[in-house]
């Protein structure tokens, strides 16, 4: 079974001829690019937010771990056909793609990201994928033409959230699946949220209401980190009184967070319990609301 085939890319802006995919980069007019740009990078994420994250976190950190298998399984089980187009928005660091070629070595992958500096970077590793720069929010991919959407942390970075669901919706073909993930609880943004240029966390009510009012039928829905609740809560409002200090002193402050926690073995061991139980058992709280979509 060969591939879904990819989507038709429009010429970015400056640019005449369609852009053709080789295997490797883009051809485009009278050169070859390692990706699309389509728009300018918008306010929610920078090319130093991607070094920062990286320097603190290599994609080994427990939840993030967690939050891969999470996507990898969803799209397992929702997924029309495992030869699908997937499209990773917010791709970043590239841990996820990878992750989606081992699992669907079938399928075509896709990587999207607002910043095109760390797409570059991702390219000379990854050259055999499609990489594009884009504001999910006027989205340039056609209609129709997605099967597997995954937004693992990206619409709290989005400031019309609203209309980059509505985007997302719009690329994905009849019955196709979007993989949400973004934080939960307002009422614990933090120096965390401000540094990494969180809009909002999110109240789950508040996210079904807008995946709903796009047009989506929820699939799944539950928390990440719903054991680890209380001290991640107790750590969040311990935060929230560095609000008012200088920009470099919250950020030590969250480097230190991310490497003190990210390093120790039980939260692990307590992620993949909750991993085992969450396929029975509806998590009501956790550290990020979880969501599966299909497009009606």
Known sequence: MSPSPLPDFPPPPGCSGKPV?????????????PVLVYHEPSSGWTGELTTFHEEVSDGKHFIDAASRR????????????????????????????????????QASILGADTVPGPLKALAASLPGVPLLQFDLACCPLPDASIDVAVLINVLEHIEDDAAATRQVWRILKPGGIAVVEVPYGPH????????????????????????RGAGFEILERSHLGFFLYPAFRAVKLRNRRFLNEPPE?????????????????????????????????PFPVGIRC???CRKR
């Open 290 to 292: 979880l969501f599966t």
């Open 21 to 33: 995919w080789t295997g490797n980069g883009f051809r485009l007019d009278n050169g070859v690019t």
């Open 249 to 281: 002193v919250q950020r030590k402050i969250v480097a230190q967070t991310i490497v003190k926690s990210g390093s120790k073995f039980l939260p692990g061991a307590v992620m993949r319990m909750e991993e085992l139980l969450r396929r029975w058992i």
């Open 70 to 105: 999470r996507t990898l399984n969803a799209a397992a089980r929702w997924m029309a056909r495992p030869d699908g187009a997937i499209l990773d928005i917010g791709c970043s660091s590239g841990y996820m793609i990878r992750d989606f070629q081992r699992r669907f070595p």
């Open 188 to 211: 614990l943004f933090d120096v965390y949220d401000l540094q990494l240029l969180h809009h909002r966390r999110y109240e789950t009510k508040a996210i079904e209401a807008m995946l």
